[in-house]
Every structure is written in C-alpha cells, then in structure tokens.
C-alpha cells in the first residue's frame, strides 16, 4: 500500500521567487498611480538596457546586451512607462532593420523620443584638445538622412518629439548666443514638419527671451532640463513659458554643479535612490501640471545620473503628481 501511495505523491511547490514577487508588486503601485494621473502625463527613461533594473522593470537579469536587443518588450509592461529615450541615435545612424525591431515590441501608443544626431547637433566634433568644426552643424540634410528618413520608413507611429540637443562646446569656441541663435532659427525653420521636435539647451547664455521669440516664430517646443550647468526646470519655465507649448518635454539627467563620469560610478548599478533631489521633484511636478492644466501633453524622461536610478524616480515623480492632482480635484469640490 505505502509503494502504491507514493505513485500519488506530488513534488512539492516551487519557492517563491523574490524578484518575481517584488515586480508584481511594482506593477500593483506604478497601476494604481496611472490611474490617479492626468491621461496627458507620459513617464519614460532613457534607455532601457540596465541589468540592475531587476525587480524594478525586469523579472530576472540579463545582459545589457540582451536587453538592449529584447527589454523594450518587457520595459512597456510597466504601467507607468509609456515612452522611452533612445540616446543611441545620436551616436550614430540606427539600421533601419534595429528600428522595425523596436518598434515590434511595443504595444500602440507607445512612444520613443530619439535624440538627433551628434553628427548634426554638435558644433565641433572630436576629442576637446582636437575638435574641429562639424560641417553639418544644423543641417537639416543630414537629419533627415540619418534620422528622420529611417524613422519615417520604420516606426512612424512610434516616434514621438525629437531631442535636438545643443550640444556644449568648449569656451573657446563658443559662437555669440545671437550669431547661434540665428543658425538655429534658419535650422527649425527649414526641420520637415511630419515630426514634432524639441530643443534642449546645455549652454544656458541661451535661455533668453530671444530663445524663447525663436521657438514661438518656429513651432518648436522647449526641453526642460535638469543639467549641469544649466538652471532648474521651474527657473528655465520663467523664460519660456509652458504656454508657448502644444507638449511639453521634460528631461532629468544631472543635479546641476555633478558631472557624468562621477554620477555614473557613484549610482551604479541603478537599483537605488542614491541622492533624491526634494527641489528637483517640485520643480517637475509644477512644470508638468502647466500643461497638464492645459489639456497638453507632457513627456517626462529621466536618466539613471538623475538620483540613482530612473524607475525609482519614474515612481517617486509620479507619487507627488497623484497627490497634487488629487488635492486639486478635492479644491475643485468644495
């Protein structure tokens, strides 16, 4: 009898898995947040390809490599990440076949906001000591070739506002903020109107009212940056109004007066709040809400340099927008 029993017998359950239990539980907070938050608010980090997201956006580790080919899949399960940066475009051209690839794995109305080519947005190019000035500085030519014409071809409607990131250029080789300002102008002016695009300043003598007359005249929407040397979102909101805007774009990269390199070896892995920025927060909440208010769209994105690491601010932002906007419904009542 006991010999027939243990033909009965079954194996006994798998463990837990802990990284399986804590992403279930991420998804459960990141859903019921989307659901407190204006339809118009749009989170996203930039890139995706982090080992150390596990648990945070990925259910087991893999290699950067591995992610950067096949995360994006699992990265738009996240229920509060809905857009994404994708910074490798302004290293090189991405093959058309990569773009079809991306664009595979995301589900409708999802959106990726390249970051236009250094080849084209970079005053000078090489190496500090050695650059020498790009002749395709601004060229509308060049975007369009190594940009804009493979997104069109390969994930239209995956495409959301362009970064036209005005790359620093050494103090030495700076051209007058009015002699730039007016090549940029001739720039957006000439930019093919089937995208939206945005521009994002590193220099701040640019933030001016000048600046802000050249974005009205081209249609082009301002970056709100949290950079090194540039002011905080809400000061840049001053001079460029979120009202000039039909969407807004949001980028947090660096606390102002910290650089890359250190950010980096500092936060790594990207699995922890490491210097959460209470200012920072404030300043995005009360941008993204002017256009929120609105009715207008408004893109967040954030780097892992930013605090630590980009879900966990993804997070923390959007825990401070449900309680302002839930705040506001609640004034509204009464």
């Not at 010999?3 to 992403?23: G, K, N, Y």
């Not at 000039?244 to 500092?266: K, M, S, W």
């Amino acid at each position: 009898m006991t010999d027939q029993l243990a033909l009965f017998e079954t194996a006994p359950p798998d463990p837990p898995d802990p990284v399986a239990a804590q992403l279930a539980a991420v998804h459960a907070e990141a859903a019921q947040l989307a659901r407190a938050l204006p339809s118009t608010v749009r989170f996203g980090t930039s890139s995706w390809s982090f080992p150390g997201w596990k648990g945070l956006v990925y259910s087991g580790r893999r290699s950067q490599t591995a992610l950067s080919r096949e995360g994006l899949r699992e990265y738009a399960r996240h229920p509060l990440l809905s857009i994404v940066g994708v910074d490798r475009s302004y290293y090189a051209p991405i093959p058309v076949e990569d773009l079809r690839s991306y664009a595979s794995q995301l589900p409708d109305g999802f959106e990726c906001c390249f970051k236009a080519p250094a080849a084209v947005m970079a005053q000078r190019l090489g190496p500090t000591s050695q650059s020498s000035p790009n002749p395709d500085f601004l060229s509308v030519d060049r975007l369009i070739d190594d940009l804009l014409a493979p997104c069109a071809l390969a994930c239209y409607d995956r495409t959301g506002p362009i970064i036209l990131e005005m790359a620093p250029v050494a103090a030495a080789h700076r051209l007058p903020p009015e002699a730039l300002l007016e090549r940029l102008e001739v720039f957006l002016t000439a930019l093919p109107r089937e995208f939206r695009y945005a521009v994002e300043l590193r220099d701040a003598r640019l933030l001016t009212p000048a600046y802000r007359t050249l974005l009205q005249r081209t249609g082009v929407a301002h970056t709100y940056n949290y950079w090194s040397a540039m002011p905080m979102p809400a000061r840049q909101a001053e001079v460029v109004p979120p009202d000039d805007h039909a969407f807004g774009i949001v980028r947090l990269l660096l606390r102002p007066g910290t650089f890359y390199e250190a950010q980096r070896e500092r936060f790594s892995p990207f699995d922890a709040l490491v210097e959460p920025d209470d200012d920072m927060r404030r300043d995005v909440v009360s941008v993204v809400q002017q256009f929120t208010q609105r009715g207008r769209p408004a893109y967040v994105l954030v780097n892992n340099k930013a605090e630590g690491s980009s879900p966990l601010t993804v997070m923390a932002l959007a825990r401070a927008l449900a309680d302002v906007t839930a705040a506001g419904r609640t004034s509204a009542r009464t």
